[in-house]
């Protein structure tokens, strides 16, 4: 019994000294520095040195027979390069940033800290010394002439991607989860192929989107690899990941194409869903002509017969059919304006408006100085086949008249009710007086 319980707790001290032995590699008192994922960014790609690191499994033998030379080598070059190794077991999503298959695999980090190199010598303290200078060495001389690239850390934030906005841990929050706006962002990695790719598309996207939804929807950016709070809130394992944000609900991801005409259609599908349709304007004065013409790709412009002709329930079923279009092309972000015919004659005459009676429509496009004319029925039907046919490119196109918007008069809003027509003076004929052939003499 004695024996057996001897032995007993020499296997379990065997056993707990090989377990520690295992996933204990390296300790405080070595020279090589423990990384991790909250360390790494900091330690590593935010460092002027050198650096080799070791990505290991505490279960590999392999790892097991490297791990003295990874010390020595260490040893030897304080000071020199910075030597540091990797869990990749314990710290699988900063191995998989890396794609890590096997182990031990070392990689070198020199003046690019996202293009880290594939140590490919010896595993011995010497061949991981020699190497290391070899690499400090063409460091140093690209650095002489001036070759560093340096790091790609700040790539969203860098020309061109004024649209983009940087988020990081601490504004998070309160930049998109605290936002009435609607976002997409994507968590990306500076290193990661892919995401250089769709960087330029991306910034393409962010300032189209901006300007058709009056920057009602954002596009973001998370560096995953320095931000790595955020990106673990949210279960962030591969690069690009794009996430859709809106307020008070769960995010969804992004399953649409990668092309800036697919980011920007789902994000127009995003805005339609939540906007309500752009309001029906009365032209009351220039101001309000110009403003809405130059704010939106379109503006729609309908000149409605006169009060006397229709009375307020025809106007008004003038309105409807308009407000209605107005929600149907509200992804579009026209504008939409109406005045009563012979009120704006400059205006109608500048795009041709009138000749064949009313109610007309005319779209204007501001920027071009170019508009046209509805020759179907001012219907649902009718206002829906002219504005789908614009939409693809199709009628005909002519120049406003004079080149510019016209002078707009100042006119008081439509009060909602019928029309009445003028009151006419009395006339007093006491004191006419008619001659014998009936003729008024005054």
């Keep these: 019994m004695v024996v057996a319980s001897n032995m007993k707790n020499l296997i379990g001290t065997v056993a707990c000294t090989l377990f520690l032995t295992v996933s204990g590699f390296y300790s405080s008192s070595d020279d090589v520095v423990e990384l991790t994922p909250a360390n790494f960014n900091?330690?590593?790609?935010?460092?002027?040195?050198?650096?080799?690191?070791?990505?290991?499994?505490?279960?590999?033998?392999?790892c097991q027979s490297l791990t003295p030379h990874w010390k020595k080598a260490a040893t030897a070059l304080k000071g020199v390069v910075k030597i540091g190794a990797v869990d990749a077991d314990q710290h699988k999503s900063l191995g998989g940033q890396y794609g890590i298959r096997g182990f031990p695999t070392i990689k070198i980090f020199g003046s690019n800290k996202n293009k880290a190199e594939d140590y490919q010598g010896a595993r011995s303290s010497q061949a991981i010394v020699d190497s290391a200078l070899n690499s400090l060495?063409?460091?140093?001389?690209?650095?002489?002439?001036?070759?560093?690239?340096?790091?790609?850390?700040?790539?969203?934030?860098?020309?061109?991607?004024k649209?983009?906005?940087d988020l990081t841990d601490d504004d998070f929050d309160k930049k998109v989860l605290n936002s009435d706006?609607?976002?997409?962002?994507?968590?990306?990695?500076?290193?990661?192929?892919?995401?250089?790719?769709?960087?330029?598309?991306?910034?393409?996207?962010?300032?189209?989107?901006?300007?058709?939804?009056?920057?009602?929807?954002?596009?973001?950016?998370?560096d995953a690899t320095v931000h790595q709070m955020i990106a673990s809130r949210y279960g962030i394992q591969g690069f690009p990941t794009i996430k859709v944000f809106r307020k008070g609900e769960q995010p969804e991801d992004y399953e649409g194409g990668r092309s800036?005409?697919?980011?920007?259609?789902?994000?127009?599908?995003?805005?339609?869903?939540?906007?309500?349709?752009?309001?029906?304007?009365?032209?009351?004065?220039?101001d309000i002509l110009k403003k809405t013409c130059e704010d939106y790709q379109?503006?729609?412009?309908?000149?409605?017969?006169?009060?006397?002709?229709?009375?307020?329930?025809?106007?008004?079923?003038?309105?409807?059919?308009?407000?209605?279009?107005?929600?149907?092309?509200?992804?579009?972000?026209?504008?939409?304006?109406?005045?009563?015919?012979?009120?704006?004659?400059?205006?109608?005459?500048?795009?041709?408006?009138g000749g064949f009676g009313y109610p007309a429509m005319a779209a204007i496009n501001y920027r071009k100085m170019?508009?046209?004319?509805?020759?179907?029925?001012?219907?649902?039907?009718?206002?829906?086949?002219?504005?789908?046919?614009?939409?693809?490119?199709?009628?005909?196109?002519?120049?406003?008249?004079?080149?510019?918007?016209?002078?707009i008069n100042s006119v008081e809003p439509w009060d909602g009710k019928d029309g009445e027509l003028p009151v006419?003076?009395?006339?007093?004929?006491?004191?006419?007086?008619?001659?014998?052939?009936?003729?008024?003499?005054?």
């Design 42 to 62: 900091k330690e590593v790609l935010q460092s002027d040195s050198l650096w080799l690191v070791e990505f290991y499994a505490p279960w590999c033998g392999h």
């Design 137 to 161: 060495r063409s460091m140093v001389k690209e650095r002489l002439e001036g070759k560093t690239s340096g790091s790609d850390q700040g790539r969203q934030s860098s020309g061109g991607k």
């Design 163 to 165: 649209d983009v906005v």
């Design 181 to 222: 706006d609607i976002w997409l962002v994507e968590f990306y990695a500076p290193w990661c192929g892919h995401c250089k790719n769709l960087e330029p598309v991306w910034a393409a996207a962010a300032s189209e989107v901006k300007e058709q939804t009056k920057g009602k929807v954002k596009l973001g950016a998370v």
């Design 260 to 286: 800036k005409a697919d980011i920007v259609a789902r994000a127009l599908d995003l805005f339609s869903d939540n906007a309500a349709p752009p309001e029906l304007l009365e032209i009351l004065n220039g």
């Design 298 to 353: 379109l503006c729609i412009i309908a000149a409605l017969p006169h009060i006397l002709d229709t009375g307020a329930s025809g106007r008004n079923g003038y309105l409807e059919v308009m407000m209605k279009m107005a929600e149907k092309y509200k992804k579009k972000m026209w504008g939409w304006l109406w005045t009563e015919a012979g009120v704006q004659m400059d205006l109608e005459q500048s795009l041709g408006i």
């Design 370 to 407: 170019k508009f046209a004319l509805l020759k179907g029925s001012f219907s649902e039907q009718g206002i829906h086949e002219f504005l789908r046919d614009l939409s693809m490119g199709r009628g005909s196109t002519a120049t406003v008249g004079g080149g510019t918007l016209p002078n």
């Design 424 to 442: 006419e003076d009395d006339i007093d004929l006491s004191d006419v007086e008619l001659d014998d052939l009936g003729r008024i003499e005054l």
